[in-house]
């Protein structure tokens, strides 16, 4: 099936909209999730903990190579944050990447129903994700 084919019968929670496939990800989506799709969110958290100041550059030091290849990848991740002012040692910055690996895991087996990738794609990709997801903890 060309992933431009419509598929048929259409998965349970998904419609069409504008021409285009979609699953809406507001159905277990939660408070906060709902708040900023309706309008309602209190603004973005910025600025980083400074007390994890000193994480900022630890994929640079040489303790670095120690590290299993999971923590080395926790710290790669770990220095793309730091690079915007964050860091995944702070509870809400880690449970937002968590969320957003969640959503980015939904729209891939969106994907998955909608033919543009295949099961044994579809299962390696979520096998990576639930990898990242520990990155906060392995920091």
Do not use: C, W
């Amino acid at each position: 099936m060309s992933a431009a084919e419509p598929v048929d019968p259409m998965p349970p929670a998904v419609n069409i909209s504008h021409g285009a496939v979609v699953i809406d990800i507001t159905k277990r989506a939660g408070r906060a999730a709902k708040a900023i799709v309706d309008g309602n969110s209190r603004g973005r958290r910025t600025g980083m903990n400074h007390a994890h100041a000193a994480d900022r550059n630890r994929h640079h030091h040489p303790e670095h190579t120690k590290r299993s290849p999971a923590q080395q990848f926790a710290d790669d991740i770990e220095a793309g944050f730091n690079a915007i002012d964050e860091t995944l040692t702070d509870d809400v910055t880690a449970r937002v990447f968590v969320r957003s690996l969640d959503v980015f895991a939904h729209t891939l087996k969106g994907a998955a129903a909608t033919g543009v990738i295949g099961e044994e794609e579809l299962a390696k990709l979520l096998e990576l994700l639930e990898g990242m997801k520990a990155a906060p903890h392995l920091l």
